[in-house]
């Protein structure tokens, strides 16, 4: 059963880079039909989505954000990240990594992607100030 | 983007009643070449990550009680909660997943009259 956790810094400067991670366990980021993505919620407000990454390396961003962030696979592919720059107190939020439901198939094999977040992990506060 | 906007932002419902959750999109979120609708119902209860409720906005995740029911087609969505429990205190979320960027409503929060 695939489980996910975030870790990194609680506290970041304004105008430095926020850097988390994600460890996969349970399962293998290597599995096609998955993405691998990043969603923030500020205290008492509601999700954004910030991005995400496929098997292949592939990103997609929200444009939102296009311009500070940066997705990776780790080293060992059992963990990925999200570096974010230039973070403002607006920043300040849980952030969550999720994998989505990966493929559904049709009687012809042709595959309709199921882009609902189905595995989460608990969420890592970050915080913003000086 | 597709904007999310669901009503109400928030509701009191006795134990035992309905709790009615409405979700509206932008633009269509149905893909005419398998008929589904790229919808997707949350719950996310205090202090916990959002669980997945609903995905082609009625399939009901395992799981989930049968006390819950997402219908609807196009641009208007519907979360019902039949019978609520004390346990379903909590806010509900729809999200898109149709295009890029995936959105999600601004939350519609459920409370025991």
């Known amino acids: 059963q695939v489980q996910l956790r975030e870790s990194g810094p609680g506290l970041v400067r304004p105008s430095q880079t926020l850097a988390l991670t994600c460890t996969v366990s349970?399962?293998?980021?290597?599995?096609?039909?998955?993405?691998w993505s990043w969603i923030r919620q500020p205290a008492g407000k509601g999700l954004e989505w910030i991005g995400r990454l496929y098997s292949s390396g592939t990103t997609d961003f929200n444009p939102s954000f296009k311009s500070r962030i940066t997705l990776a696979f780790g080293t060992s592919k059992s963990q990925f990240s999200l570096q974010m720059t230039s973070v403002t107190a607006a920043d300040t939020a849980v952030y969550y990594c999720a994998r989505d439901k990966g493929d559904q198939f049709d009687s012809d094999g042709y595959p309709y992607p199921i882009r609902a977040f189905d595995i989460w992990g608990q969420g890592a506060t970050v915080i913003v100030s000086s | 983007d597709i904007v999310m906007t669901q009503s109400p932002d928030s509701l009191a419902v006795s134990l035992g009643e309905r709790a009615t959750i409405n979700c509206k999109s932008s633009?269509?979120?149905?893909?005419?070449?398998?008929?589904?609708?790229?919808l997707a119902w949350y719950q996310q209860r205090p202090g916990q990550p959002p669980k997945l409720l609903f995905y082609?906005?009625?399939t009901r995740e395992s799981g989930v009680p049968d006390r819950f029911s997402g219908s609807g087609s196009g641009t208007d969505f519907t979360l019902t909660i039949s019978g609520l429990q004390a346990e379903d205190v909590a806010i509900y979320y729809c999200?898109?997943?149709?295009?890029?960027?995936?959105?999600f409503g601004q939350g519609t929060k459920v409370e025991i009259k």
């Open positions: 349970g399962g293998s980021m290597s599995t096609t039909g998955y993405y």
């Open positions: 633009q269509s979120i149905l893909y005419t070449s398998n008929n589904k609708n790229y």
């Open positions: 999200q898109q997943y149709y295009s890029t960027p995936q959105t």
């Open positions: 082609w906005a009625s």
